[in-house]
């Protein structure tokens, strides 16, 4: 039997993650269903996007990932399930597919449409359980839905690069528990315009010349621990997405602080990259 996975925004405290549970439970008496996040901040695209990118490819082959993150069912936001590297994905089609699957090729794409045979309206415990039980099944995605060739795109999410060339101007799209900003700027893009060109990160009140493959990078061992004095300082990474993320040294939001909290750096802050001139 595959693996249904939850992403929602919904929280803990509301009873909406068990009823979703419950209802996969009453179809399939054995499925085994895991949480990836309930803790999506309440409709943002991005950040749903960037939390099951970064963990869907992690499960095996056949897994039904359901996406409850902006569900609502309208005439402009269609249900959607696509089969594409081996696992199912159910959703709106409210961008966040198209931020996942940028730089991959989808199987199968539909619209679902079985809303008809549905009265409820919480989308995520009718049409995208009913939807995720038929796959468990072994059930095609063209019974519950037409074929589709596009899907919806968001504007604005993506980083822009000035006329220049000189600049990318980019925002952060996800904070993590340690309080780190992660921006939308992928180490290609980077590369790609800074052709090795120095460069500064205006990220707020920080400004940084440095990007690091690792948190530790920034501390010199050869120096005795008193006299290390990085705790807290300012520092960027490409994370394990390939992303510019802003940091902290051993950062804590509840004690010495973050990127998110000491630089101002919540959702949707501005993150700039000034290359030098050529």
């Not at 039997?1 to 939850?6: D, S």
């Not at 340690?178 to 893009?189: A, D, F, Q």
């Amino acid at each position: 039997m595959p693996i249904i996975t939850l992403t929602t925004d919904f929280g803990w405290k509301d009873p909406y993650v068990g009823a979703v549970k419950g209802a996969i439970h009453k179809e399939l008496e054995n499925i085994n269903i895991v949480d990836i996040s309930h803790d999506v901040s309440p409709f943002h695209i991005a950040e749903a996007a960037y939390i099951i990118q970064n963990a869907y490819s992690s499960f095996p082959e056949g897994t039904i990932h359901i996406i409850g993150v902006d569900a609502e069912h309208t005439p402009e936001n269609k249900h959607l399930a696509i089969l594409m590297n081996g696992h199912y994905f159910i959703c709106a089609d409210n961008g966040v597919l198209g931020l996942i699957i940028s730089k991959m090729r989808a199987e199968r794409m539909v619209e679902i449409n079985i809303h008809d045979r549905i009265s409820s309206n919480f989308t995520t415990l009718d049409a995208f359980v009913s939807t995720a039980c038929h796959i468990a099944r072994g059930g095609t995605l063209e019974v519950i839905g037409k074929p589709i060739t596009d899907l919806r795109s968001i504007t604005g999410i993506h980083p822009f690069v000035s006329e220049s060339k000189n600049n990318i101007h980019g925002q952060v799209i996800y904070i993590d528990n340690y309080g780190n900003s992660v921006s939308n700027i992928t180490r290609e893009l980077f590369e790609k315009i800074g052709r090795g060109r120095k460069f500064e990160i205006y990220a707020r009140s920080e400004r940084i010349k440095t990007i690091y493959e690792r948190y530790s990078d920034i501390v010199n061992f050869d120096l005795e621990p008193i006299k290390r004095d990085v705790d807290g300082k300012g520092l960027a990474i490409f994370n394990s997405s390939d992303l510019i993320e802003i940091a902290t040294y051993r950062s804590n939001p509840s004690t010495v602080g973050s990127a998110s909290t000491l630089f101002g750096l919540q959702i949707d802050a501005p993150v700039i990259v000034n290359f030098e001139l050529i």
